[in-house]
């Protein structure tokens, strides 16, 4: 499923775009990271664990940058295992500059397989949009602490 | 606060008082058919959905599958090998076989569960009742339409054929 | 079926069951365990322990809180609902209640359970915001209470966090209530719900159109108190176009947009039409 | 020692006047008293010492490489036993025997996926635990690496070869072939109209039977012979497939069963989890026990076939006189043939439908795509193309604007033409079509139709009728097959009974069948005594089926609606046997004829004087234990008698496709009314009348019960039951909270009527009728398109209509439909 959308930042674009390519802090960005190790400047790995108000959903997750045009662009792919679930997702953003402030268009393409998909389809999409749009907040929590140092 | 993750429970099954060692996560559905070996009691599905594994706990109808066996600690569980008595059966369970209520019989056990439970609560039932009494059992042989005549009949009603 | 190991604790108060959910963030209450057993069952979400309500008798219960209002014990199962007393004073409650899954499930699923799962397709969460329900969770730090609107959070997101326990649900004094489904089958899972509660005003509240209930605001604002069937049909122009409802085999984005308008109307003349 | 007779069927029966018994009778079922108290034996409830548990590690992913499995973590684990893979899957058996003709023929199919999965929930390796709980842990620890592939969920994009699943064959075509009977471009110039109706599509879904599937396994070390206490409901095909597999003998595989939760054709593709487990019980040396859970069941285990029809072109006279049709079918069969292709032959069993239309032309295709593997389904496969007969007919009528009952009427095959040779050389045996829908009229209140519509309109609903009349072909030729591949060595049919009487004088029958609630051991009961002159409860019928003691043909199991024709036909022709070698030993010891007896009350008497009387005991007692006495010439009696009922089967012409594919043809007419709320596209079906013949009924209320269940199982699949895909090839609905069955809240008020047109080419009259033939997702469509006629007119091109495509229907009415020479 394809999720998109547009954020923009009270932050000039270099800070944005270190902050979305410090594995360090996109970590911060997610939820449950339980650890993350950086294995190079393009694959990293998050032990997480989605906390689902049922119980948390842990998963796996290796990442890795397969496009970079600094500073406007950079696309993601991750593969995410779980005992739960499989996730295979491809994400992409432009940064734009917008005043003195930045704009990021973001999209993803999120694909979940696995005994969460015999939940029913009806909580597969929103559970997506709710982690996505934790992570979108977290970020610009991050944005703003690095755009403060 | 004292966690377990497993425990010997005491519970009261069709009358016989059992204690039995547990893991935490065993469902009550296997606890009946594989430890006890009421194998009475089935299996039709994975979700809570087809009925086939209906007790009454407490005297209430519920699904076994939904229960975890340790929360049964000191609870009384009426399975259908509890129905008849050596081999007598009862007029609601006659009333299954006159009336051609069952095929395959996978489902039969829960549905006659079901069953007991509403005529506990409604000697008479409308047809209503008694579809809306089994709603939460599948049967994918009988279309229904001969359990409800026999539940009907059990309940000393006249069958519209 | 088959569930993972889970650690288990059958606390006596809320004292206990707090406590317990609060030495362990892994930790999840069970209430009738309708939707967290078959979670589970699926390994889709598995707690580490489970704190079993089933004794707690602080947790059960329906009083009147004399105003007219009413307050539900989280531990109510829906067959509490629909035989009891005071119960049959809100009669929205029981005519729900009536129509959710089958016997077994009304025996043992309990409405704090169907609000903490907060599964899009349940009937009580779209309910209860329309009711402007109040929701009262106990921590270790304390009680807090809080709007229909800010408790559901997510799928199975609710503001109840780890270490938290919903005690109760208090509902204000109305009677005006209206609830309208589409369902896959009789009584079968929904697949777009409305509510509605006239108090001086129409609360009106969607299910199934996004991960939490959906207020229909500007359908409310334009219907004010005038409740006659043209003004409703025409406050409800448009509603559909303010959702984004996710398609899935059951429906698509749009269908569920046309079935919010149309629900989103029914539930409210028949919240007219209830004495 | 027992002795077989087997006697070539003549083509019509000759039947003595049945004298009143109890075939016919509503006799209470043997099976009911232990089910009704949980004391049925399902393959779940059998339990061996130290038996381990499987569990399948399934794949996530509908296409992918399997690059690695990594199963360290799980033997770790304490508790496992051991596991397998498809590495030694590869290296121990040999690939499942394929049915069809190239490229089908190359596709190889083993018990675990070997090298690339092709659909989701395949299973990829199997673990082995103390409990049923550990095993899953285990199989949870195992780490597989895929890499995913482009996904194939549809046949048309199956078609174009861009993507192949199975690499051996080449290509995902499984077979394909042109049927075309009588003179389709002549009866098009004869036509006043041709009706052209772009796509039709049979979606999928399965009669998903309670009882998942499963088995317990054990292997004998000494004997190199497997017991498997399951539920396959065809284990003579089973074995067939299994033991080549094994590199083993069909006699080291023993299938037990007693009770089986349903069945429906569901549980006739089970080798490939069968032969995991026969691997893993000689690997551990250890019986190992495995069930099914219901969303393993619907995302890897038995669909329906998904079909959809293009191009249908129908000529028609301007008086609505149906000449005939041509059409381009693509079936798609999922991952695997497995069974396949028979389906692309089995509905040429009801080329015409009910019709008289000579002139049929039909492009069949079968594929395969990234979805379950289908198997036979209730209806198999004649269902698809009886929906297509029925949608062509309703809607031609809808397009000229003729009157659905009269276009029936008017092309029904009638009852004078019976037996009736179709286009194909198929030959209906009996039936009257047009009486069939008069009753269902009749008992629906049709006269009141117009009436019901405006109460209906008045209450905002719309108002829609439909008809749905259909065929169950029963009792196979297996030379059809080879109208297949002319290779296979298949023809006939062939079914087994035993009816033997013991010392003490109990009457002991034993079956070639698997049943699975259709009352065997019954309806056995009734045919032996009425020829032995007892009661049915002096009759034990042993329940189930167990290949090492029942006695078994080729064909034996319970399947393809026959059990009335092919069962009873055995028991008929072994309790003959018996009837008259009892009457040989009375005689004997009476001194009297063969001719001067009778069989009554339970004894062998004279018939001019019944005081001189032996009882069925002292016959017994006489023949096993104090066979002294009797005269030499009745020494050869053995009171065992085994009997193979064979029809009259020719071998059908392969170059023409023509031959007489089944023996009986039982008939349906089904109609219903429906409400749609327009505001919503929600629906109900708010009243149902279902007309059944099916020759002679030997247990009435067994018939209505197959009959009330056919229905049960069409409206669900005329309205939510449908296995739906996402792109992705994931599983949409892959279990009961997305797949709805019907509710007993669902469910129509339901009136039954019959009528018993008596086959002339079966032993009793009677005629398989289990399966039905879908009529009731037929007249669902009809109804729907009558209702939706006044609003825009659309044409219901599917068969699984739930809510959401009725409002599509609504939204935006499409007809797809060209009428030439208006």
């Known amino acids: 499923m394809k999720v998109e959308g547009t954020r923009s930042f009270a932050a000039p674009r270099e800070t944005v775009w270190e902050v979305l390519n410090d594995p360090a802090r996109m970590a911060k960005t997610m939820p449950g990271v339980e650890s993350f190790d950086v294995s190079d400047d393009t694959h990293w790995r998050a032990n997480v664990k989605i906390p689902l108000g049922l119980g948390g959903l842990s998963m796996s997750i290796d990442f890795e940058k397969t496009e970079e045009r600094r500073p406007e662009f950079a696309r993601l792919a991750a593969k995410g295992n779980g005992v739960g679930a499989i996730m295979n997702m491809v994400t992409a953003f432009h940064l734009t500059e917008d005043g003195g402030g930045t704009e990021m268009k973001w999209e993803a393409d999120v694909k979940i397989a696995g005994p969460v998909g015999s939940m029913g389809q009806r909580v597969l999409q929103p559970i997506v949009n709710q982690q996505v749009n934790a992570v979108l907040t977290a970020l610009e929590k991050q944005v703003q602490e690095a755009n403060t140092q | 606060m004292e966690t377990v ?91 299954f076989s ?33 579809r809306k009494a089994i709603q939460g059992n599948i049967c994918r042989c009988t279309g229904y339409v001969n359990i409800v005549r026999a539940i009907q009949a059990a309940s000393g009603q006249a069958v519209e054929r | 079926m088959l569930l993972r190991e889970v650690e288990y604790a059958r606390p006596q108060t809320v004292e206990e069951a707090v406590r317990a959910l609060a030495e362990n963030d892994g930790a999840r209450a069970l209430a009738g365990g309708q939707t967290l057993i078959n979670v589970m069952k699926a390994r889709a979400a598995s707690p580490d322990v489970l704190v079993d309500l089933q004794d707690v008798e602080e947790l059960r219960g329906i ?51 169907n609000v903490c799962s907060s599964d899009p397709t349940n009937h009580f969460p779209p309910l209860l ?144 039409e209830r004495r | 020692m027992t002795e077989t007779q087997t006697q070539p069927q003549p083509l019509v029966v000759e039947r003595e006047e049945t004298k009143p018994g109890f075939v016919g009778q509503n006799v209470p079922r043997k099976e009911d008293k232990r089910l009704v108290q949980g004391e049925g034996v399902f393959f779940d409830d059998v339990k061996r010492h130290g038996m381990g548990y499987v569990h399948f590690v399934r794949s996530p992913y509908a296409h992918a490489k399997v690059k690695s499995i990594d199963l360290t973590k799980a033997l770790e684990l304490g508790g496992v036993y051991g596991t397998l893979t498809g590495d030694e899957v590869a290296i121990l058996t040999d690939p499942f025997f394929e049915l ?25 390796a199997a673990v082995v635990a103390s409990s049923r709980e550990l095993a899953r842990d285990a199989a949870d620890l195992v780490e597989v690496e895929y890499e995913p592939l482009p996904v194939l969920t549809t046949g048309e994009e199956a078609l174009r070869d861009e993507t192949i699943l199975h690499e051996d064959a080449g290509s995902n075509v499984v077979w394909s072939g042109v049927f075309d009977w009588g003179d389709w471009e002549g009866a098009k110039a004869e036509a006043d109209h041709v009706v052209k109706i772009e796509r039709l599509h049979f979606d999928r879904f399965s009669s998903t039977p309670l009882e998942c599937a499963g088995a317990l396994v054990e292997y004998n070390r000494g004997t190199g012979q497997w017991t498997m206490h399951c539920n396959h409901q065809m284990p003579g095909i089973g074995a067939i497939w299994m033991a080549p597999a094994l590199r083993t003998g069909v006699d080291k595989l023993r299938f037990v069963t007693q009770d089986i939760g349903g069945a429906f054709g569901n549980k006739i593709c089970l080798h490939p989890q069968f032969v995991a487990l026969c691997l893993l019980a000689r690997k551990l040396n250890r019986p190992v026990q495995w069930t099914e859970w219901r969303t393993d069941q619907h995302t890897a285990n038995a669909h ?138 009749e008992l629906i209140g049709y006269d009141r139709l117009e009436e019901k ?62 049943p699975q609630g259709q009352g065997h051991e019954t309806t056995a009961a009734q045919v032996v005594a009425d020829i032995l002159g007892c009661s049915p409860d002096d009759v034990t019928v042993r329940p189930g089926h167990d290949s090492y003691w029942n006695s078994h043909a080729g064909f034996s199991g319970t399947y393809a609606s026959q059990f009335a024709v092919t069962g009873l036909g055995a028991v008929k022709g072994a309790t003959d046997m018996l009837a008259s070698q009892i009457k040989r030993v009375a005689a004997g010891v009476l001194g009297a004829s063969e001719d001067d007896l009778e069989l009554a009350e339970g004894q062998a008497r004279l018939k001019a004087n019944p005081e001189a009387a032996i009882p069925f005991m002292g016959i017994g007692a006489i023949v096993n234990a104090n066979n002294a006495i009797l005269p030499m010439e009745v020494r050869d009696v053995t009171l065992n008698c ?150 825009g007119n659309t044409t219901v091109w599917r068969s699984c209509n739930p809510y959401h495509q009725v409002w599509q229907y609504l939204q935006s009415p499409a007809r797809g439909v060209e009428v030439t020479g208006r």
């Open chain 4, 100 to 124: 069809s003709v190239k490229p089908g023929a190359d596709i190889k199919d083993y018990a675990l996926a070997v090298g690339r999965v092709r659909h989701v929930g395949e299973p990829v």
């Open chain 2, 5 to 95: 993750s497993s425990k010997r429970i005491a519970v009261t099954v069709n009358g016989e008082r059992i204690e039995y060692d547990l893991e935490a996560r065993r469902l009550l559905v296997h606890f009946l058919r594989d430890d006890l070996d009421l194998t009475g009691t089935h299996v039709g599905c994975d979700t809570g959905n087809c009925g086939a594994c209906s007790v009454l706990y407490n005297g209430r109808l519920v699904k076994s599958c939904m229960l975890l066996a340790i929360q049964a600690e000191g609870a009384t569980i009426e399975t259908v090998e509890s129905l008849s008595s050596d081999g007598e059966l009862t007029p609601l369970q006659q009333a």
């Open chain 4, 304 to 441: 329906g076939n998904e079909r959809t029809f293009l191009d249908v072109e129908v000529a028609v006279k301007a008086d609505g006189t149906l000449l005939g049709f041509n059409c381009r079918a693509i079936d798609d069969c999922g991952a695997f043939p497995r069974y396949e292709p028979l389906g692309c032959i089995i509905w040429a069993q009801v080329t015409p439908g009910c019709y008289r239309w000579r002139n049929i032309r039909v492009d069949f295709t079968q594929v395969c795509t990234n979805k379950s593997p289908v198997s036979p389904n209730r209806g198999y496969s004649r269902m698809q193309h009886l929906w297509l007969t029925e949608r062509i007919v309703d809607i031609v009528a809808h397009e000229l604007e003729l009157d659905p009952v009269e276009i029936r009427k008017r092309n029904y095959v009638r009852a004078e033409e019976m037996p009736y040779e179709t286009p194909n050389g198929c030959v209906y045996d009996s039936g009257d079509y047009a009486r069939g829908l008069d009753l269902a009229l």
């Open chain 4, 642 to 791: 085994r009997y193979v009922y064979v029809p009259p089967f020719e071998l059908p012409d392969f170059e023409r496709k023509f031959g007489n594919l089944t023996l009986t043809y039982a008939s349906q007419v089904h109609v219903c009314l429906i409400e749609i709320d327009p505001e919503t596209g929600v629906y109900d079906i708010v009243d149902y009348a279902a007309v059944d013949d099916c020759g002679k009924r030997i247990h009435p209320q067994i018939v209505e019960g197959q009959v009330h269940g056919a229905t049960a199982q069409a409206l669900g699949a005329a309205t939510h039951e449908i296995f739906a895909y996402d792109d992705e090839g994931n599983l949409l609905t892959p279990n009961f909270y997305d797949y709805h069955v019907p509710h007993a809240l669902d469910m129509p008020p339901m009136q039954n009527g019959y009528l018993e047109s008596a086959s002339p080419f079966t032993p009793l009259g009677a005629k398989g009728m289990g399966e039905g033939g879908g009529a009731g997702i037929h007249a669902v469509c009809a109804a729907l398109q009558d209702a939706l006629r006044s609003r």
């Open chain 4, 453 to 514: 519509r405006r109460d209906a309109e008045e209450r905002g609903k719309l108002l829609g009728f439909g008809i749905g009349s259909t065929l169950d072909s029963g009792t196979n030729n297996f030379g059809q097959s080879t109208l297949l591949n002319p290779e296979l060595q298949f023809s006939g049919n062939n079914e087994v009974a035993t009816v033997k009487l013991d010392i003490f004088g109990e009457i002991v029958v034993t079956l070639g069948t698997v």
């Open chain 2, 98 to 130: 006159d009336h051609h209520a069952l095929q395959c019989g996978y489902c039969t056990p829960g549905m006659l569960m079901s069953a007991t439970a509403l005529l506990r609560a409604d000697e008479r039932p409308t047809e209503q009742q008694i």
């Open chain 3, 63 to 113: 009083r009147d809180t004399g105003n007219g209002g009413l307050e539900l014990g989280a531990m109510t199962t829906y067959a509490d609902l629909l035989a009891d007393e005071a119960a049959g004073a809100r009669s929205i409650l029981g005519e729900v209640a009536a129509a959710i899954a089958d016997v077994q499930v009304r025996n043992r699923g309990t409405i704090g359970g």
């Open chain 3, 129 to 272: 915001v329309a009711m402007n329900a109040q929701f009262t969770i106990r921590g270790v730090d304390g009680e807090r209470t809080l709007p229909a609107n800010e408790f559901f959070l997510g799928v199975y997101m609710t503001a109840a966090g780890p270490g938290e326990l919903l005690t109760r649900i208090t509902l204000p004094p109305g009677g005006q209530d209206g609830f309208a489904a589409v369902t896959i089958g009789m009584d079968g899972t929904a697949i777009v719900s409305a509510a509605a509660s006239l108090n001086g005003g129409a609360r009106i509240a969607l299910g199934c159109v996004d991960a939490t209930p959906v207020r229909a605001t500007q359908m409310e604002q334009r219907i004010g108190e005038d409740y006659s069937v043209d003004t409703v049909r025409a406050a409800a122009q448009g509603l559909g176009a303010t959702l984004d409802p996710p398609s899935d085999v059951h429906a698509s984005t749009d269908y569920r947009r046309h079935l919010a308008e149309v629900l989103a109307v029914r539930a409210v003349l028949r919240a007219r």
